[in-house]
């Protein structure tokens, strides 16, 4: 049963092949057997996960089952969860437990879902390979060898392990579509605006975004409708309504306009993820749509706008982790300063204090017109960009990463790491959704294509991606380590 | 000797009267056990986002209609980012470069009797900090975050103030405008308002401004007006001996009457603000702002000239019972009552302000309603009792007796039988009482000369006020007398 999707569980569940308690037992199990060879949980929730479950089958008794009801899944470690640990991934909150809900996790919790526990990820969502976890890095099922990339890394890779069917990420500068990429599942960053970000430990608070990872589109979009909408806790989260996004998931693909940024096929793209993106869009081109080339011109200027914004988001977002109230605080302060060096200096890892320094950096005054309201010109500039795009196309396509999955500990300059996102990141500079879906492999690793549109055309990427994995079979392809023989 | 002339600004910060927070639901009562008042947003807790509260946004409109400025159509919020454990996110979300009320003016009248506009930079909106308790915690420090999150209104002026009694004059005219719009309490002493002085001297007639030195937090109209005049003294003193000002911020100790340098590195703190993410700007659309200004309620200079011009009174009364909204709704609650606008403002700027004074209790706290003394002034008018009754009824109701209900006074006159006597009969059979009591009185009023008969009737008027416990028509008693006496001559 690890092998389903959602929409095959739920049909499994309905059927009464099995119950919810059957099925999450089956995948602690999993967990329990595989998970410490592959550290993708920093929390596994079973007690509560099991009396979710058990609550899911009694309301389906009742007839009162919902489309997700008794369905298991994971959160990143990043959403707020009462009564359970929210690290973030980092040892600031080793021991810290929200008292609250963060909305997406009240919202599936109404929708019957049944939690696993909270994943892995790099420390306030900051990197690339999930390398930058105060839990240890998370490996790549596909390869133990390769990273399962970042910041969603756990969830990612728990999905592609069969571990659990689905889980939630979020994605600041790629950290959702870059991990499904390299774990070869499908994962959507919706518009910013779409899912509320109450509750989600902020780290560059315009452009963060939750949104689903699973092993297909179709899963993906039963999982937005579920945790999409407005909130009144979030001003930033968007009052518009929200579609059934599985009702539109057939709709033909005929006289479809694809564009192919011409930049995201240059330099510094591996020929092996080119040639099977090319084949991706040859399927495409055989369900009726059109190609075309499209121009992004700023898209060189996307990373350097990215790490003057993020991180001047960070440092501020970053100043609560203080010691004073809550997470991580230092043994025996002399004085105040003493309480705020010291907490932040063992509390932080080396990646989120770089942030925080070059955030404060730019913020600085005599700094700031230089770097950060330059920076916010060039976003403008990038969203026009897409703007522009996408008067002449429907979607864009290309590579969700230059390369597959990279080796663990290969890429120790930060920089050559920031780089890694150089198809990602303008996209959340622009707002507009994402999807990346399995287009094939290089040796061992997945590639993944990544499909944009324009802002709120979720319901279209979804359909799009849909009718490529009824074309093509990538996305049904796992890895070894998850065939055991139990 | 060189003559001085002083220049200040003031930044006055009034904490607005919503019911919640500025950006979370948590409630803003004054007084309530420590962290009681503090929900996950206000703690700052990992994954909570705010969201502003529209009353504190149409508070803020109000008050910049209420002084003419322009209202942006677009004002955005920022965070000032510094640490200090009473800040619990690490940074003050207000408004730095776009604030939700531009230029503006305010009138403040001057001792000469004349008035003097201050012009208003600009005012913003931003939370207010908690609070650290330095006591009782054995060398260590409490948080209380209960004020964390209160909505602030912090009003900048230019600086416009030539003298410490203009300062005072000034927050007065602020602490009047947003008590009448009810955006305030105006409790100082609860922290209500307070405001940050920016003092400067420089000699008559010289154009540029001298360095000044801002007094930080100062919480009443008369430490604001001592905090000045020690300032000025100090800064003068400092330039004759030869000395400069230093630009620093300063602390009024009203124990010690003097201002004192902090010792802070707020000075040297890099606030880094830049435009929240998490918060929308505020886009006012001119309906909403229309709409603010029509109902916007009658402010204290529009309310002076109404009781001058509608209701006759004089510049100085309709000047002292506009001058708190309090005020100016109990006289107008009289007013309407009694029907009589200048008795209602005799009594209640005579026999209730004089009572309220010795009892020093402000005049919401006053224990005789506004409907009570309206009803008592109705009884004078219409003659059920006289003057000196009057005042005992006063007293009475003062003193809770009556019943507390609007028409307390009808009960007190019925109780203590102070019902005026108007019957001719009665009034004459008193008379007639006193006069046989009285031969030797009679007799010298009859042997007097006639011009001195008028001051000799006094006695008698007394005997016969005394003879009625003071219910007697003394007008009637007056004229009945003189015929009685004087047909005995």
């Keep these: 049963m690890h092998d389903k999707t959602l929409r095959e569980l739920a049909a499994s569940l309905e059927a009464g092949e099995f119950s919810s308690r059957e099925l999450t037992q089956a995948l602690l199990g999993r967990i329990d057997r595989l998970d410490g060879e592959l550290n993708s949980f920093i929390s596994v929730t079973a007690d509560q996960a099991l009396a979710a479950a058990d609550a899911a089958d009694a309301a389906r008794g009742r007839g009162e089952a919902g489309p997700l009801t008794g369905l298991p899944l994971a959160l990143k470690d990043i959403f707020c969860t009462r009564g359970v640990k929210t690290s973030c991934g980092s040892k600031m909150l080793d021991n810290f437990e929200a008292p609250y809900d963060a909305t997406l996790v009240e919202k599936l919790q109404a929708a019957g879902t049944v939690s696993l526990g909270k994943t892995n990820m790099d420390e306030f969502a900051m990197g690339s390979s999930n390398e930058n976890s105060f839990y240890g890095p998370v490996k790549n099922p596909w390869d133990l060898g390769a990273v399962p990339g970042g910041s969603s890394g756990g969830s990612a890779a728990a999905v592609a392990a069969g571990l659990v069917p689905a889980a939630l990420g979020t994605d600041t500068g790629g950290s959702i579509r870059q991990p499904a990429a390299f774990c070869g599942i499908t994962g959507l960053k919706p518009t910013y605006g779409r899912v509320s970000r109450y509750g989600m430990i902020a780290y560059a608070s315009s452009l963060d975004q939750a949104g689903p990872m699973a092993r297909t589109a179709a899963d993906c979009a039963l999982l937005l409708g579920a945790i999409a909408g407005h909130d009144v806790r979030d001003s930033t989260s968007v009052a518009r309504g929200v579609p059934d996004y599985t009702a539109t998931l057939d709709d033909s693909l005929s006289g479809l306009k694809i564009g192919l940024p011409k930049e995201y096929f240059g330099e510094g793209l591996d020929p092996a993820v080119a040639e099977a993106v090319q084949a991706a869009i040859k399927v495409y081109e055989s369900l009726g749509a059109t190609v075309r080339e499209v121009s992004l011109p700023h898209t060189h200027l996307a990373i350097p706008a990215y790490y003057v914004i993020a991180p001047a988001e960070a440092s501020s977002n970053l100043s609560r982790f203080d010691g004073v109230r809550f997470g991580h605080r230092c043994e025996d302060p002399s004085d105040l300063i003493d309480l705020y060096k010291r907490s932040r200096a063992e509390g932080f890892g080396e990646e989120v204090k770089r942030r925080i320094l070059i955030g404060t950096h730019t913020l600085s005054e005599g700094f700031f017109d230089a770097y950060y309201t330059k920076a916010q010109q060039v976003r403008r500039l990038i969203r026009q960009d897409f703007l522009d795009a996408f008067e002449e196309v429907d979607v864009l396509m290309g590579p969700a990463s230059p390369t597959p999955a990279f080796d663990l500990g290969a890429n120790k300059d930060p920089v050559s790491m920031y780089l890694q996102d150089i198809y990602t990141i303008a996209i959340n500079l622009a707002g507009i959704p994402g999807i990346s879906v399995p287009a094939g492999f290089v040796g061992k690793r997945p590639v993944g294509l990544q499909i944009l549109g324009s802002h709120f055309a979720e319901a279209q990427l979804l359909n799009v991606a849909h009718q490529f994995q009824q074309a093509s079979d990538w996305h049904l392809r796992r890895p070894d380590f998850a065939k055991e023989t139990a | ?489």
């Design chain 2, 1 to 489: 000797m060189m003559e001085w002339e002083t220049v200040i600004g003031l930044e006055v910060h009034v904490q607005l009267a919503t019911k919640s927070k500025i950006f979370s639901g948590a409630s803003t009562a004054f007084g309530a056990e420590p962290n009681t008042q503090a929900c996950a947003v206000d703690l700052g807790l990992p994954g909570v986002l705010p969201v502003l509260n529209e009353q504190a946004v149409a508070m803020a409109v109000q008050f910049g209609l209420a002084i003419h400025a322009e209202i942006p159509e677009v004002s955005v919020f920022d965070r000032k980012n510094y640490f200090y454990p009473d800040l619990p996110k690490g940074y003050q979300t207000s408004q730095m470069y776009h604030p939700i009320v531009g230029a503006g003016e305010v009138e403040i009248a001057l001792d000469d009797g004349g008035t003097k506009r201050i012009r208003v930079h600009h005012a913003h909106l931003e939370e207010d900090a908690g609070k650290s308790l330095h006591e009782d915690f054995h060398g260590m420090t409490g948080i209380d975050l209960n004020r964390a999150g209160t909505p602030l209104l912090e009003i900048v002026s230019e600086p416009d103030m030539r003298s410490a009694k203009e300062a005072a004059a000034y927050l007065k005219a602020i602490h009047s405008i947003v008590t009448y719009l009810g955006i305030s309490d105006g409790n100082m002493a609860e922290g209500s308002m307070r405001c940050d002085v920016n003092v400067s001297v420089r000699p008559k007639g010289q154009a540029e401004f001298g360095t000044r030195a801002e007094i930080k937090n100062v919480n009443s109209f008369r430490f604001v007006e001592r905090a000045i005049a020690y300032e000025v003294e100090r800064q003068i003193e400092l330039i004759e001996d030869g000395g400069r000002v230093v630009q620093e911020t300063r602390l009024y100790d009203p124990e010690r009457d003097e201002t004192r340098g902090m010792r802070t590195k707020e000075e040297a703190n890099d606030y880094r603000y830049f435009p929240c993410p998490d918060l929308l700007p505020v886009v006012l659309d001119q309906a909403y702002v229309d709409h603010l200004r029509d109902n916007l309620p009658e402010l204290p200079d529009e309310k002076r000239t109404r009781f001058q011009e509608a209701l006759g009174l004089s510049a100085y009364d309709a000047g002292v019972l506009s001058a708190s909204r309090a005020m100016a709704d109990y006289f107008e609650a009289v007013k309407d009552a009694c029907g009589d606008a200048k008795q209602a403002a005799n009594w209640v700027m005579g026999e209730l302000s004089g009572a309220l004074n010795r009892e020093g209790l402000a005049i919401e706290d006053s224990p005789v309603s506004a409907a009570q003394l309206g009803r008592l002034i109705a009884r004078v008018l219409d003659d059920t009792i006289n003057g000196k009754a009057a005042k005992q009824v006063f007293q009475a109701l003062w003193n809770g007796e009556g019943g507390g209900q609007a028409d307390a006074a009808d009960a007190v006159i019925e109780a203590k039988g102070l019902k005026q006597v108007t019957d001719t009969g009665a009034i004459e059979a008193m008379i007639d009482q006193v006069i046989a009591d009285s031969p030797a009185q009679v007799a010298q009023y009859r042997d007097a000369e006639p011009d001195k008969r008028g001051k000799m009737i006094g006695y008698f008027v007394g005997q016969v006020m005394k003879a009625s416990r003071g219910t007697a028509n003394p007008q009637q008693v007056n004229a009945l007398l003189k015929e009685k006496l004087d047909a005995l001559c």
